[in-house]
Every structure is written in structure tokens, then in C-alpha cells.
């Protein structure tokens, strides 16, 4: 089966019932943890403060359960926690939201107890992050530009 452009389904949204679309988004949600993860944010979360927050908790929450017996499971962990604040920045679309979770993620990277400086992969991962906000933040305004980049001069 063939799935239809966006522009179709949202023709023929247009002629169901509004019940039609709750039990449409009610089993689209129990197909993938991520749609029922993405209409949970936009159903739940009203303010970008509260969704950065538990974001970054539950980022700072993985880098406490992080193996340190060897670079392999450090470097597999931090990948997976890079997944996870990608699929968040994904829900929320806005460069601030981005800014702000990757410079959490920098923070927690650089406060690890194990030296990230000693392994290859962890350094670019550091890297690739710096050079993700530095494109989210050519995405707004000057006066937020400044700030971001004198906080994002701490991380390099």
C-alpha cells in the first residue's frame, strides 16, 4: 500500500467528524511510542520553559546510569542520549528549545567523570553539538545571538 501526501489526508480530514479524528489520533498513538510521545507534547506541554526542564532532567538522569567501564559504553550511551534530545528538538521545531537542550548535553558531557577528551568519537560527538547550536543560533534574533554565543563560549 501506498501512502498519500500530506496534502490528501489533510483533504479528507476536512470531511470527518471530530470524534472520527479523536479515535484517528487515539490509534495512530498506539502504533509508535513516538507519536504517542509527540502528542503528548503538543496536547500536554503549554509552556517551552517546562518542556526544557524535564528534557534536561531526563538527559541529566541518563548520564547517571552511563557504564564508565570502557569508551565502547560511554560512546553508546552518549549516542543514544543525542538520539533522545534530537527526537525532542524534532517535537518542539523552535532554535531556542534546540540551543538550550544541546548545551545541557555539553554541560553534562564536560562534567562526566570520565574524560571525554581521550577518546576520538566522544570528540567529535562534542563537536557536531557545537556546530548544531551554532546553526540553531544564526536562527535568531541578534540580541538572543549574543547571549547564546557568550554561553556557548563556555563549552569550547
Known sequence: MKAASITEIK????????????????????????????????????????????VNNEVSEQFKTINTNSYYYIKKSVRK???????????????????????????ELKNMKVVYHNNTSLINIYDRQIILIKKAISKLHEDLQ???NLELERYL
Open 11 to 54: 483533504k479528507e480530514l476536512k470531511h470527518h467528524s471530530q470524534q472520527q479524528l479523536i479515535n484517528y489520533c487515539l490509534t495512530l498513538s498506539k502504533f509508535k511510542k513516538e507519536n504517542k510521545e509527540l502528542l503528548t507534547y503538543l496536547l500536554f506541554e503549554t509552556g517551552e520553559e517546562s518542556f526544557i526542564t524535564s
Open 81 to 107: 542520549i543525542v538520539r533522545n534530545i534530537k527526537k525532542h528538538i524534532r517535537y518542539s521545531k523552535k532554535p531556542a528549545t534546540e540551543i538550550e537542550l544541546l548545551l545541557h548535553f555539553l554541560g
Open 146 to 148: 549574543y547571549d547564546y
